[in-house]
Nanobody, 125 residues
Framework: QVQLVESGGGLVQAGGSLRLSCAAS????????MGWFRQAPGKEREFVGG????????IYADSVKGRFTISRDNAKNTMSLQMNSLKPEDTAVYYC??????????????????WGQGTQVTVSS
């Protein structure tokens, strides 16, 4: 059974930092792109950023560029999201996602086949 499990969410003051982790089990995703998405109350799920299968190429939403950094450890089958300079508008449930076949890294949710259950990030002003 394939599982993606996020951890590291919590409550932080504006300007603070959090590091989210995503641990995959059931299969390896080292050959496929992975991404982070978030969903705030009353809003649609939106792309945060993603990382390619092996060379570490990353893409980010404009809203987080320069503040968030994605990395992956293929040996451990994990992915991380380092979030700095957090803002109240970053408050959301954060989801990790993984593709199950090779495809170009992109921001479309339909390109990702496996999803975690989400972890809450709350940024207070």
């Amino acid at each position: 059974q394939v599982q993606l499990v996020e951890s590291g969410g919590g409550l932080v003051q504006a300007g603070g930092s959090l590091r989210l982790s995503c641990a995959a089990s059931g299969r390896t995703f080292s050959s496929y792109p992975m991404g982070w998405f978030r969903q705030a109350p009353g809003k649609e799920r939106e792309f945060v950023g993603g990382i390619s299968r092996s060379d570490g190429y990353t893409i980010y939403a404009d809203s987080v560029k320069g503040r968030f950094t994605i990395s992956r450890d293929n040996a451990k089958n994990t992915m991380s999201l380092q979030m700095n300079s957090l803002k109240p508008e970053d408050t959301a449930v954060y989801y990790c996602a993984a593709a199950s076949t090779y495809r170009t890294l992109n921001a479309f949710p339909q390109s990702y086949d496996y999803w975690g259950q989400g972890t809450q990030v709350t940024v207070s002003s």
